[in-house]
Structure formats: C-alpha cells, structure tokens
C-alpha cells in the first residue's frame, strides 16, 4: 500500500492514542478479543495518559484523510513502568494500525521513520516489549530492534541509534 503519508500527529488527534493502545494489544485469537477496558489498566494507561510531555513523540499514518496508524514513544518515570522499560533515558515504543491495513508495510514505515525522528531528537536507543508470538517481533528486528531479555511470555528488545542517519529534518 503506497497511498498513505506518515505525519506527526496534532494535539486535537492525541485521543485517538485511546484507539491505537487498544489495538496495540497483541490478541492471538482475534475471536476472542479483551474488552475495551482493559486499557484503563494503570500498566497500559501509562502509554497514554497526559501525551503530549517533552520526551512524548508520535507518528501518524494517514490514509485517505484517515488516520490508520501510530506509532509512539515516551519514557514512562513513576511507580508503574511500561512493559518495554529500561531506564529513565530511555523513550519506549509502542505502535499498532487498524486491522484492515496491517502487513502493508505501514508499521515497518512508521517504525523506520521514528527512529530517525528519536536519532535527530539525540537519543541513544529506543526499547520495546514483544509477545513472543506476536508476528510482529520480525518487523522490530528488521528495523533493528534485538533481544535483551526474555521473559516468560516476552521479549525485551533495544535499538541503538547511534550512528544512525537520520533524514528526519
């Protein structure tokens, strides 16, 4: 899919980040999908809740005059912690697009391109949680992403940005 431009997003758009948590969830069984609420839970709350802080950065995919994807980071301080953390320094990912426009290319985009943004912005590495069933792990790791720790159900992967070029300007 070509016919789409990724943007940042606007202030009035930073609701929709509500959507895109939900959809970030990796749901094996698409079938039986988690309830809408789940995402007030405080550990994915911490993804999105008062956006739009120094180290909050977002990308948007647009299709159509239609917002079909985003892809965030933010370094999440306090007693809850995001899933992807690392350190204080460190921004975390988080990333999904509506269904019908995955496997197009879109989040491999959107992914590229915020890591260029962070790189430009003078960050040194950007993380990230995975399920480790989730088809997403290649994406992370075509873009850079690697392995540091495996838990139980998860993997936690970094990026280094250094020495990464940046077209972002």
């Known amino acids: 899919m070509k016919d789409y ?12 980040l509500t959507d895109f948590l939900y959809e970030a969830i990796f749901q094996s069984d698409e079938q039986k999908r988690l309830p809408r609420d789940v995402i007030e839970q405080p550990e994915l709350q911490v993804y999105i809740e008062d956006f739009g802080r120094t180290d909050d950065h977002c990308l948007v995919a647009e299709c159509k005059d239609k917002i079909v994807g985003a892809v ?31 496997n197009c290319g879109i989040g491999t985009t959107l992914m590229k391109r915020m890591l260029q943004h962070l790189t430009a912005k003078g960050y040194q590495q950007a993380s990230l949680a995975v399920q480790k069933d989730n088809y997403a792990l290649r994406m992370y790791q075509a873009v850079g992403f690697v392995v540091i720790d495996e838990l139980d159900q998860e ?3 970094i990026c280094q940005l250094e020495g990464e070029n940046s077209d972002d300007k």
Not at 5 to 16: A, F, N, S
Not at 74 to 88: A, L, T
């Open 155 to 157: 993997y936690l992967m």
């Open 72 to 102: 965030w980071t933010r370094i999440i301080v306090g007693k809850v912690r995001g899933f992807g953390n690392v350190d204080d320094k460190t921004p975390e990912f988080a990333i999904s697009l509506y269904p019908e426009y995955r």
């Open 5 to 16: 431009t990724i943007r940042e997003i606007k202030p009035i758009e930073i609701p929709l």
